[in-house]
């Protein structure tokens, strides 16, 4: 069964990826500001409520607005009694008691009854609440209850399998609406790297904003991915990492590739993004929905515009996270 959503459950690495605050700046915060106040597993580990999450992640869209630190803590600290007019229109908990009866219905085999928790979902929410709020972080709940040993393997395969089809069901429908698109990106992950979910969130929230999308799949050589650079010639190449093994080596592989921009995302850029720099590629981090932006759709004025505008909006659309 899922744990009450105020027990102190997940790790720094996990509270990073849900939140886009790296672990660099979790720690600093805490020891500059007291927040966030983690408590301590019986090893000493860090361990943050989901309460935390919520507002961690509120905090570095806060950030990424141009907003400082000090301020935002300083805001949160004084809050308690009387949430921000921003929390109260867009609590990030508000598909919890879906997200923790999609998981139950799925680890049990009951597939059916969590098509129809899904269903009711995708009538009452948007495609950018969908996934910010419940594809994201069932997938996160997913792996954090395989790594803590409070799930099977067999179980978190029910969860992603069943959250994998969902996306691409979702892609066709953006591909189908999205009809002429005025910029390609090729979309995938390099070798070794077996993890799909970033890559197909891209792919939805790219043809959702207008752009086509070839989708390559995980697990690719660069020697292949330069080829379909050759052969499609689109104007960004958009690929994710969740694993970090090998880094350096595709890294430097992929800085070999000069004629289209290439972004990198993914839970492991988030703490190597000046290496990414460094290799000419274009680091962007944050939650994957802001790509396109709530009910924006299809972007406006993409017509005429030029390569490299295409990729300053690509960039522009995620932003830098600041620490
Ligand atoms: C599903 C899953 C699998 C499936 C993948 C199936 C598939 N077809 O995708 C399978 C079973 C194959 C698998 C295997 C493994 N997995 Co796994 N897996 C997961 C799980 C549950 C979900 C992955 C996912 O889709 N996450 C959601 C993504 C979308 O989140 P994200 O990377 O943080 O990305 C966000 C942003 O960064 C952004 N983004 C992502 N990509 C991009 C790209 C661009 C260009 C941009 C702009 C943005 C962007 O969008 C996302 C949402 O906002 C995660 C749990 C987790 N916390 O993610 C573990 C997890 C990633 N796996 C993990 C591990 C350890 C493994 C294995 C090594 C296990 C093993 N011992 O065999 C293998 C490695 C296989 C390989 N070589 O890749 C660890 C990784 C730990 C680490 N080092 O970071 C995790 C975190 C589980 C855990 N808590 O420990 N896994």
């Known amino acids: 069964m899922a744990k009450p959503s105020g027990e102190p459950a997940y790790a720094i690495s996990a509270v990073s990826k849900l939140s886009g605050v790296s672990c660099h700046a979790l720690r600093i915060w805490e020891r500059r500001y007291g927040f966030p106040q983690p ?4 090893s000493g580990q860090r361990r943050y409520s989901w309460e935390q999450v919520e507002d961690l992640t509120r905090l570095s869209e806060q950030l990424r607005l141009g907003r400082s630190i000090g301020e935002l803590i300083g805001e949160l600290s004084s809050r308690s009694s009387s949430p921000s007019p921003r929390s109260a229109s867009r609590p990030i908990t508000r598909l919890r008691p879906e997200l923790e009866e999609l998981i139950t219905r799925l680890i049990v085999g009951d597939i059916r009854g969590a098509e129809a928790v899904f269903d009711t979902l995708t009538s009452r929410v948007d495609v950018f609440d969908l996934i910010n709020q419940m594809i994201v972080p069932t997938l996160i709940e997913s792996g954090e209850r395989w790594y803590r ?9 029910c969860i992603t399998e069943f959250l994998r089809r969902k996306l691409e069901v979702m892609i066709d429908a953006a591909l189908r609406a999205n009809p002429a698109p005025a910029r390609l990106a090729v ?15 891209v792919t939805l929230m790219l ?4 752009w086509g999308v070839i989708y390559l799949g995980s697990d ?12 499609f ?24 590739i000069v004629e289209v921009p290439i972004f990198v995302g993914g839970r492991s850029i988030l703490n190597y993004q000046s290496l990414a720099r ?37 960039i522009r659309a995620w932003g830098p996270v600041r620490s």
């Open 278 to 314: 460094r290799h000419g590629l274009i680091p962007l981090v944050g939650p994957i929905a802001s790509l396109g932006g709530r009910d924006e759709g299809r972007s406006p004025g993409m017509e005429g515009e030029t390569r490299d505008r295409a990729a300053r909006r690509l």
């Open 233 to 256: 010639r689109p104007d960004a190449l958009a690929l994710s990492f969740v694993l970090s093994r090998n880094l350096h080596k595709r890294f430097r592989e992929l800085s070999k």
């Open 187 to 201: 979309v995938g992950t390099v070798l070794g790297e077996r993890h799909e979910g970033g890559g197909l969130l």
């Open 220 to 231: 690719l050589p660069v020697s292949e991915i330069v080829r379909a650079v050759e052969r």
């Open 207 to 210: 043809e959702r904003a207008g």
């Open 39 to 42: 408590w301590r597993s019986p």
């Open 149 to 157: 040993g409070d799930c099977e393997v067999f179980e978190e395969h």
